[in-house]
């Protein structure tokens, strides 16, 4: 279970108020990190995604102290780090929404295991989303039986 993700944005309200209308959730002001906020999908799980502005980095704290925010001047948007995520929005919610910001939304097949649609925070940050219909298909497809047939077949994942 995946409870929150952090991710980092050039306009973190922007991204955050976006993240929120395709959960259908809420947007809030992250206290711990000034300019950062918190979206909430307010479901039973407490789902969440960090957006932190794009400067801003996680440290290792020093001794017993825990991690401490860090600014940098090296961030270039594009980043492996991405999320899949069930959302109650359909297909053309999510459309429009991209549309709106100007951000790259994409329908996708995914090995023809399930599919998702890509949509590109800023066009640098990608959150795989799922509407209700592809989210029954991921978890069809990523069942611990199905898994293990598919990666038994390769013998270095198995072996690993």
């Given at each position: 279970?995946?409870?929150?993700?952090?991710?980092?944005?050039?306009?973190?309200?922007?991204?955050?108020?976006?993240?929120?209308?395709?959960?259908?959730?809420?947007?809030?002001?992250?206290?711990?990190?000034?300019?950062?906020?918190?979206?909430?999908?307010?479901?039973?799980?407490?789902?969440?995604?960090?957006?932190?502005?794009?400067?801003?980095?996680?440290?290792?704290?020093?001794?017993?102290?825990?991690?401490?925010?860090?600014?940098?001047?090296?961030?270039?948007?594009?980043?492996?780090?991405?999320?899949?995520?069930?959302?109650?929005?359909?297909?053309?919610?999510?459309?429009?929404?991209?549309?709106?910001?100007?951000?790259?939304?994409?329908?996708?097949?995914?090995?023809?295991?399930?599919d998702v649609i890509e949509f590109w925070l800023e066009n640098t940050v990608m959150l795989e989303l799922l509407t209700p219909e592809m989210a029954e298909q991921y978890v069809?497809?990523?069942?611990?039986?199905?898994?293990?047939?598919?990666?038994?077949?390769?013998?270095?994942?198995?072996?690993?």
């Open positions: 279970m995946l409870h929150h993700i952090s991710i980092a944005a050039q306009n973190p309200l922007r991204v955050a108020q976006a993240i929120a209308k395709v959960m259908k959730g809420e947007a809030y002001p992250f206290f711990p990190h000034p300019g950062s906020y918190m979206v909430f999908a307010m479901d039973e799980h407490g789902t969440a995604i960090e957006v932190y502005p794009s400067e801003i980095k996680l440290a290792p704290g020093e001794g017993d102290e825990q991690y401490q925010f860090v600014k940098t001047n090296n961030f270039n948007g594009m980043t492996a780090t991405h999320a899949a995520i069930s959302v109650p929005s359909s297909q053309e919610e999510i459309e429009e929404i991209g549309k709106r910001e100007g951000w790259r939304v994409l329908r996708c097949n995914r090995d023809s295991f399930f069809a497809a990523t069942s611990p039986e199905n898994l293990r047939r598919v990666f038994i077949a390769n013998p270095i994942l198995a072996s690993v």
